[in-house]
């Protein structure tokens, strides 16, 4: 494929999942992770974990992981084209859709819209746990350091870098 068709195909991927991003470039990970690995295999799916992990590691925003797909697929013109993808489409659609929204500010279709969009983030976002999890993980001992760190993290005030860290350790000293 060229370099033309494959960035125009990331841009039009990209773009349709901005519109479906509710909560962030983190609920459509899963099929981010579909169209790059499973469907074009630009990535392989340990590839696409470190990419993420290392998007999650770094300050910035969470679309972060968008850029480094791209630049891996394509360079700095794929780093851009998926970054305008994921941000553009949404970005303008928040925009006109704000105008609208605001006029009927404490209606009841716009809490029961409010409340319903509640637990469809939260099971987007556990889908993208998910695939990263089976993405990441293939044995064991690596599923069950990953269980652990997201028990530490949700039941300890210590910050997830520390754990990741200890795991890391364990890793490079053979452990896991």
Not at 23 to 52: D, Y
Not at 66 to 83: D, E, F, N, R, S
Request: charged fraction near 10%.
């Amino acid at each position: 494929m060229k370099t033309t068709d494959t960035l125009l195909l990331m841009l039009g991927q990209f773009a349709l999942m901005s519109l479906f991003a509710i909560g962030g470039a983190n609920s459509v990970l899963p099929e981010m992770h579909r169209f790059v690995v499973e469907q074009q295999g630009w990535l392989t799916h340990q590839k696409f974990a470190e990419l993420f992990g290392l998007a999650q590691g770094v300050p910035g925003p969470n679309m972060l992981v968008v850029a480094l797909i791209g630049y891996h697929v394509a360079g700095l013109p794929g780093a851009l084209v998926c970054t305008i993808g994921l941000i553009g489409p949404s970005s303008l659609l928040t925009f006109l859709v704000y105008r609208v929204w605001d006029r009927f500010r404490g209606s009841a279709w716009q809490e029961l819209i409010q409340a319903a969009a509640a637990p469809v983030t939260v099971g987007l976002v556990l889908a993208t746990g998910y695939i990263v999890t089976m993405a990441a993980d293939e044995t064991w001992q690596a599923f069950a350091v990953t269980a652990g760190v997201a028990i530490l993290t949700v039941t300890t005030r210590a910050h997830p870098l520390i754990w990741l860290a200890i795991a890391a350790a364990l890793g490079a000293l053979g452990l896991l």
